[in-house]
């Protein structure tokens, strides 16, 4: 009688000190909580790195943190403007720059350009191979006409000397060609005639500015060289300008990037129409927690304010619904305090566990209150001593033990090897703890502190009378327990169809300023903002390992130090030597000393319209591009003839003049500057890193090691082109780095973590049940939510195309914790109490139960209101899964129980009566319960 007692004797001793000390109790609380808020605002930091996601035992995380140290972890904020004007954007470049660089303590470094003048004595060794050959072509191969055009530089010459061209079709490719002859003459390319031609109307017309036409002759990069040096895109379409933060934890960098798109919004000001954004590693992960813990934040008071309004509507009281959401903030508070002191900072897994605590904690205050609810049913409601004790003691084991299964889903987290899931699954664990402490000490005493709880002085009957669930009658339990089996067969067969998508962009806010960037850059250019890194010891191994990696079809582009080096340049040197004899012998006036008559001009266009119409009919099918091109050559002729008559035009002549006089003066500055390129070329030494940019040095380079960096060809945020791109890389270095990799390691350890961390979860939770019921039949009925809901809540994600990803997946130890919760309280009522035995399900139980989903409910599915993917992804598969464990523990659970109860022998009772139940008979079996309840 005595082991009887002890349950009893206990919860009484408890009650006793709430009576006498609940005032005491209360206000220690609360300064307790305040304790733990003030130091949590002062020590509790953010961590917003995917890299503080990983185990720091594993030897990738060491590689990566070397690697910062020996290259400084730069260019973590990119700034990319949206090129539509070369001139513009570059204007636009240097603006942004000289307003950065009045925040030196923010912004340490900045990346966008790299001066010409540095690489000037090499730069005809940087062209191609085919650009130095069409080069050679287009002055030894033209030595004549350019010798014939410098004697007489007019443009009367130059289209002159033209018109023999075309009409000869007997030199190839004069300036950028205009035959190809092969067997017959073929049709001109007509580049530089159409660019001179639409410069002359220009002129003509007196429009302005002048636009060299000699871009079609002379190789990229050796004309303007102030326009030159600039990061742009290979397809133009985007210029990219990289930022260097000062390194700093969470709020640094939110500041930092903050005050970056400030100023940008500022320049942008000064350049109507011009587009431009923040995007880059340090942007990403800024932007994704900044919106997750505004989103976290709102969820966390519409997850209370909605469990508040669903207590009023199911206890109909306002004090009692108060006083479990005031024992829930002090609770929450304590939680942390415990996180500030045990884990000391919050990760992108971690920060949304406080809606997360709140759905889960209110569920063990919430069975209280039901059960007392019931027990003051005996004194016309009124709250007794007795009616809180025998509440206290009744619902004690029930809320014990469904703590413990809470505790035991998540406790398998903090033992995997992934640095974020395990800081998730200490703060739930100690968290689930601390809030069943905060609701067995707190709700009993601000009960005692609202309410007047006064003895009757009768004796109270523990446990009362319940009353049945809706007054159900189970006339026919085995189609409710049929459709169970075909709801998990359904779970089974949608498993296998529920795909798991692992891109982590998809669980970004889409409007975010960095995603979208991010997502412009790859789909307009194919540029990424992340790279794989890996490192060589000398040159010659970066330049094999450069050539490796540029013939893998995963591989985009590499960089290295000998990107910023000329190559081949043994093969190079005769092509610039070949060069020497026609830019020795031909040299251009710096001004002209005749110019062309309008009327001599009009004649040889009309000559040059003539022979080309001549060329356009012997076209061959193919050259559509030709095609087009002559066309325009038409086009432009037809415009000019009436600019160049001076009875129409009076100021023909004069502009002809003015033109005439910058296309020469054009023509002998490009000349003379491919002159001093030439002889730079021939006469310098050879180039080495030593004649490189400190930035590119920094970079690239240190202490003898070199950093090579392969970006990927593939939108590596897809998991299957991500892999591709790591195993070849990791082909070529096992010891690469980078986001990427680090991306890869992230996703597939994630995953693999939380799949084996529930499987253990599920293993150690159906021990335990075995253990306290000393029966594999009430173990397995305890599961029964569990399997149920879940396999509902497949089944419904296949039919909306809902897919797992790295933030819902979260949601299979809550639909667990939750599912064996459920499955706990109905079982340990039902075991303890013969009078819940005979009406299967007592309605106190199945109130509790209901507003327990519902609560867990809203405090999930707050998390709705999130911008961000991954997290409003997981508060409605929470939702999802919440209402099919609810569901299934009010009607199928109850049928299995209805159906097995003959069958359950009265041993299994035996752990509950060790507990001190006074209902529990070992020795006695239950008498026949009715036929139809």
């Not at 319940?466 to 998990?488: H, N």
């Not at 949601?811 to 035995?837: C, D, K, M």
Request: charged share 15%; with cysteine; hydrophobic share 50%.
């Amino acid at each position: 009688m005595a082991e009887k007692d002890t349950l009893k004797h206990c919860s009484t001793t408890i009650l006793n000190w709430v009576q006498r000390y609940h005032w005491w109790i209360i206000l220690v609380a609360l300064a307790l909580s305040a304790l733990s808020i003030s130091y949590a605002k002062r020590s509790l930091t953010i961590q917003s790195s995917t890299k503080n996601l990983i185990s720091s035992n594993l030897r990738l995380v060491k590689l990566t943190d070397k690697m910062d140290k020996a290259f400084g972890g730069r260019d973590g904020l990119v700034v990319v403007v949206q090129n539509q004007e070369k001139s513009r954007s570059i204007a636009f470049a240097r603006a942004l720059a000289a307003e950065l660089h009045r925040y030196p303590d923010n912004f340490v470094e900045l990346f966008y350009r790299l001066t010409p003048d540095v690489f000037k004595p090499w730069a005809l060794f940087f062209l191609h191979q085919d650009d130095l050959a069409d080069l050679k072509k287009n002055i030894a191969g033209q030595k004549t006409m350019l010798a014939s055009l410098a004697k007489d530089p007019r443009l009367v010459t130059f289209y002159s000397l033209i018109n023999r061209q075309i009409s000869e079709a007997a030199l190839i490719n004069i300036f950028t060609g205009f035959l190809e002859v092969e067997k017959k003459p073929a049709p001109p390319n007509v580049a530089l005639l159409n660019a001179s031609l639409t410069q002359l109307a220009r002129g003509l017309m007196g429009q302005q500015p002048y636009v060299s036409p000699f871009i079609t002759y002379f190789p990229s990069g050796l004309t303007d060289i102030s326009q030159e040096g600039y990061f742009f895109t290979s397809n133009d379409k985007f210029l990219i300008f990289l930022v260097t933060q000062k390194p700093g934890g969470f709020v640094e960098s939110a500041g930092n990037l903050e005050l970056l798109r400030r100023i940008v919004r500022q320049v942008q000001a000064r350049f109507p129409g011009l587009e431009a954004g923040v995007t880059g590693a340090d942007a990403l992960n800024v932007d994704q927690m900044q919106g997750s813990m505004q989103d976290i934040t709102l969820a966390t008071w519409i997850s209370l304010v909605g469990q508040f309004l669903l207590l009023v509507l199911f206890l109909r009281s306002l004090r009692r619904p108060l006083v479990e959401v005031l024992s829930l903030v002090i609770g929450l508070c304590w939680v942390f305090g415990m996180v500030t002191l045990v884990v000391g900072h919050l990760n992108l897994l971690s920060v949304i566990f406080a809606p997360l605590m709140l759905g889960l904690a209110i569920d063990y205050g919430i069975h209280w209150f039901c059960r007392l609810e019931e027990e003051e049913r005996v004194n016309q409601r009124r709250c007794t001593p007795e009616a809180l004790s025998c509440a206290y003691r009744q619902t004690l084991p029930g809320i014990a033990y469904a703590g413990l299964a809470a505790m035991l889903s998540f406790l398998p987290l903090a033992f995997v090897n992934f640095r974020g899931l395990s800081e998730l699954g200490i703060i739930l664990t100690l968290g689930i703890v601390i809030m069943i402490l905060a609701t067995l000490v707190m709700a009993p005493c601000l009960v005692m502190a609202m309410q007047k709880c006064v003895s009757t002085g009768k004796p109270h009957k523990c446990p009362g009378e319940p009353r049945p669930f809706l007054r159900l009658k189970w006339t026919r339990p085995e189609l409710v327990v049929a459709l169970g089996a075909v709801i998990v067969g359904l779970g089974i067969f949608s498993l296998y169809h529920v795909h798991f998508d692992l891109n982590p962009l998809h669980l970004q806010n889409p409007d975010s300023q960095s995603v979208i960037w991010e997502m412009n850059l790859l789909k307009e250019s194919k540029y990424s903002t992340t790279f794989a890194a890996l490192t060589a010891s000398s040159l010659a191994e970066v330049e094999a390992k450069s050539a490796t990696l540029e013939k893998l079809p995963t591989v985009a582009h590499v960089e290295s130090v000998l990107s910023f080096l000329p190559a081949h340049v043994p093969e190079k040197r005769p092509l610039i030597e070949a060069l020497d004899p026609v830019l020795r012998a031909v040299s251009f006036p710096p001004a002209l000393s005749s110019f062309s008559n309008p009327k001599d001009l009009a004649t040889i266009l009309g000559r040059i319209n003539f022979m080309m119409d001549e060329a356009a009919r012997h076209l061959e099918k193919e050259k559509t591009a030709t095609a087009a091109q002559i066309k325009e050559t038409h086009a432009l002729i037809n415009k000019i003839m009436p600019l160049l008559n001076s009875e129409t035009n009076p100021e023909a002549a004069v502009r002809l003049q003015n033109y005439e006089s910058r296309f020469f003066a054009d023509l002998h500055e490009k000349w003379d500057l491919l002159r001093g390129y030439e002889k730079s070329a021939l006469t310098s030494p050879p180039m080495t890193t030593e004649d490189l940019p400190e930035a590119v040095r920094v970079r690239f380079i240190h202490q003898g090691i070199y950093l090579i960096q392969a970006f990927p060809s593939e939108n590596i945020w897809d998991f299957s082109p991500l892999k591709r791109f790591v195993d070849s890389i990791w082909k070529v270095d096992p010891d690469a780095v980078g986001d990427p990799v680090l991306l890869y390691v992230f996703t597939t350890s994630f995953r693999n973590s939380i799949l084996w961390a529930t499987g253990i979860a599920v293993a150690i939770i159906a021990a335990m049940l075995v253990i306290f019921y000393h029966s594999l039949n009430m173990a397995m009925l305890a599961l029964i939510p569990l399997w149920i809901g879940a396999s509902m809540t497949l089944f419904l994600m296949w039919l909306t195309g809902l897919p797992f990803n790295q933030a819902n997946v979260l949601f299979l130890p809550l639909v667990l914790g939750e599912g064996i919760e459920f499955g706990i309280i109905i079982l340990t009522r039902w075991q303890l109490e013969r009078a819940a035995r005979d009406i299967t399900l007592p309605a106190s139980t199945a109130k509790g139960v209901a507003l327990a989903a519902l609560t867990t409910t809203v405090g999930f599915g707050s998390l709705m209101v999130s911008r961000d993917r991954g997290v409003f992804s997981l508060g409605l598969l929470a939702t999802i899964g919440s209402l099919s464990v609810l569901l299934a523990s009010l009607t199928i659970l109850p049928a299995f129980l209805h159906v097995m109860g003959n069958r359950l022998r009265p041993s299994a009772f035996r752990f509950y009566s060790l507990l001190g139940s006074p209902e529990v008979n070992p020795e006695s079996p239950d008498p026949a319960p009715p036929q139809q309840q």
